[in-house]
């Protein structure tokens, strides 16, 4: 194999797992406050907020108890760190409640922010001044109260002012570690989308890597019996693969859900079974008779860790992988003591298996270490060991196939240099070439059988793979056209069709992932006049109203709106669809626009009124409030896709205004739009 090849994709690993930490600037938080007032000087940087925040335990206060309550007294607590047992003293180690505090003096130019939070243990509430904009579990003041969840979190908020202040409430009854264990991060919006993307792209190409390793060596272990060591990595791959995928990716499916105490559970048995298999690979891969008493046992050890990490509660099983690193630990030095033992027997290649093993060993052993502590790393560096580990084994087959085409190529050579002397040689050599005959007959069964195994291999990995899956996308595809599906169903196939497209792509491209575009509008307000809005939207559906014979008035008092034209006109567009798909034909569709005031404040109040078929409280329920999408068909059977109001629902918030829905059913509609009015600068 070429090396240039190989380091050329050893690089390619290292630029994608480690792409988070690129941009990267590190800030200090001085007593509660980090001064950004300079800005941020490249847009796609990103600050950690590391340093001294407010802490308030045994306390869950917002910015309005922040303001008014001069008693508030805060311990400076440096971030990240855990909560020790002199914060909490009638709780356990590491377990109780309280809030952080940040100050943060931001840039007028720049509007629109992010933050990104990590493995904060176990629950908390995101505050950005008075709004909530992320929750993850359910923090409570008692354990009986509380839901534990561990997930990442990248929220956009928005800046009016020139300081934002930033609130966590934290609780955690279920592990040893609680607080904010990892240094969150602020950057602009396209830098925090940025990262998340990163970080979901390096995931996924992480899982596929591991999973189609697991595939390829259980099939390689199916066509060569009693090769152990294959099935042995393949299901050290499969583990791999479970592990990232529950911790890093099951998340973001809608309808599955797993508790904190599951998810922990199975990291730690994880890690414990990839030690167990790594170790057995080892020895079946270059057994040494010798060593295999002590192999059994330090895997019977690792085994006994599963047990326990399947029976005790999380908290006392946080205390177990504490202590048990001196388990790994030893076991590590043993695996480094057999390696020794391999090189010294001078096996064929071994080489190449003992610099593999030596880079999962030393990036398993330092993720290991960060598990147990709050050190920072973005991505899992076990991921770059793990995939150099497969990146090795395949080097390593493909050095054999070659050995032996060369091998094969210098037999060749030899037997037309003897027929060309045959006559002279014919009785000297007789034996000599028969023999050479048999070696050569016998090379090329050992061929011939490396070569079906190898074409067989990449086959299953080109055809038996991307068949299902292209058959599976185009069967999903068809199925979403189906409008009687429910909206699970239909985001399961949706979601179906996205990654069965993503997994082809993988594999067309000898598992490179491709970075997909995410359609993102952003806001952009303006002035504009809603009334020039309304003609313009009406006239896109003058065909359908004058197919239903429909009739359109308007009134209203030519307002000058201060929001983003592109979405207002989307909103409009939608509403009156709707309306026009609705109404029963001769029917009248009205829009007023007015003014009105609210807390003191002008707002401009956009009504559209059908005599349509009107709609029912739960289905009003289910559009305002939940995240549920429902098609229905209008009176002349048209097509929708239940995307409409949600959709007008979201622009509207984005504008800071309301999305209200008057209706009942059997009499008509009314969609009342309530935007403020921004004074002319």
Not at 237 to 243: D, G, K, Q, T
């Amino acid at each position: 194999m070429n090396f240039k090849g190989i380091i050329s994709f050893v690089l390619l690993v290292l630029g994608i797992n480690l792409s988070f930490s690129i941009g990267v600037h590190k800030c200090e938080v001085e007593n509660g406050v980090i001064d950004l007032s300079k800005g941020i000087q490249n847009k796609n940087e990103v600050i950690k907020l590391c340093g001294e925040w407010e802490f308030y335990p045994n306390q869950f206060i917002g910015i309005d108890e922040y303001k008014s309550n001069k008693n508030l007294k805060p311990v400076i607590k440096h971030i990240p760190s855990f909560w020790t047992k002199e914060e909490f003293k009638n709780n356990k180690k590491g377990t109780g409640f309280g809030t952080y505090h940040l100050l943060i003096i931001v840039n007028q130019d720049t509007k629109l922010h992010g933050l990104a939070f990590f493995d904060i243990f176990s629950s908390y509430r995101l505050f950005v001044d008075n709004e909530l904009i992320a929750a993850v579990g359910v923090p409570a003041k008692t354990k009986k109260s509380y839901y534990p969840e561990l997930r990442n979190v990248f929220k956009v908020f928005r800046s009016d002012n020139d300081s934002v202040h930033v609130f966590v409430q934290v609780s955690n009854f279920s592990h040893r570690l609680g607080g904010i264990t990892k240094t969150p991060i602020l950057g602009t919006y396209s830098a925090i989308r940025s990262i998340e993307k990163q970080l979901l792209m390096s995931d996924i190409f992480c899982i596929s890597i591991l999973f189609i390793s697991a595939f390829m060596f259980f099939v390689l272990y199916i066509f060569m019996k009693r090769e152990y060591a294959y099935l042995l990595f393949a299901l050290f791959s499969f583990i791999a693969f479970i592990s990232l995928f529950v911790i890093n990716i099951l998340h973001i499916f809608s309808f599955t859900h797993l508790s904190f105490n599951a998810v922990i559970k199975i990291q730690y048995i994880t890690i414990y079974l990839m030690i167990s298999t790594l170790l057995l690979y080892i020895y079946y891969l270059y057994p040494l008779k010798s060593e295999k008493i002590r192999v059994f046992i330090i895997c019977a050890i690792n085994l006994l860790l599963v047990a326990l990490s399947a029976v005790l509660p999380v908290y006392l099983l946080s205390w177990v992988i504490h202590y048990s690193k001196f388990i790994i630990t030893l076991t590590i030095v043993y695996g480094v003591f057999y390696a020794i033992n391999i090189l010294k027997r001078k096996e064929e290649m071994s080489w190449i298996m003992i610099v593999g093993l030596s880079l999962i060993t030393i990036t398993s052993s330092v993720d290991l270490y960060m598990s147990t502590h709050y050190l920072q790393l973005a991505n899992s560096v076990s991921r770059i060991g793990i995939l150099l580990f497969i990146l090795s084994q395949i080097f390593l087959l493909l050095k054999k196939f070659v050995d032996t085409q060369n091998q094969l190529e210098k037999l060749t050579k030899d037997l037309k240099h003897i027929n060309n002397n045959l006559e002279k040689i014919v009785n000297s050599r007789t034996q000599k070439l028969k023999s050479q005959k048999l070696n050569l007959e016998d090379q090329r069964r050992q061929l011939k059988k490396i070569v079906k195994t190898k074409n067989k291999l990449f086959s299953i990995i080109g055809h038996d793979l991307r068949s299902p899956i292209g058959i599976a996308n185009m069967y999903a595809d068809t199925m979403l056209e189906d409008k009687t599906l429910k909206s699970k169903q239909h985001e399961m196939l949706k979601f179906i069709s996205d990654s069965s497209s993503a997994a082809l792509h993988l594999l067309n491209n000898l598992l490179m992932w491709g970075k997909s575009e995410t359609g993102t509008v952003i806001y952009r307000p303006t002035y504009f006049d809603i009334q020039e809005l309304f003609v313009e939207s009406i006239n896109q559906f003058k065909g359908a109203m004058e197919a239903k014979d429909l009739k359109f008035t308007i009134n209203s008092e030519n307002q000058i709106i201060f929001a983003d034209r592109f979405m207002i006109f989307m909103v409009v567009n939608n509403v009156l669809s709707n309306a026009v798909k609705f109404s029963e034909p001769g029917k009248i569709i009205k829009a007023t626009i007015h003014n009105i005031i609210i807390r003191k404040r002008k707002n401009v109040v956009i009504q559209i009124e059908d005599e349509g078929v009107g709609m029912s409280p739960e289905l009003i329920e289910t559009v305002l409030k939940t995240n549920e999408y429902i098609s229905q068909r209008g009176t002349k059977n048209e097509k929708g896709s239940g995307l409409g109001l949600k959709i007008c629902r979201d622009f509207i918030k984005q504008n800071n205004g309301k999305f209200n829905i008057l209706s009942e059913k059997g009499k008509g509609t009314t969609i009342e739009i309530i935007i403020p009015v921004k004074i002319w600068d």
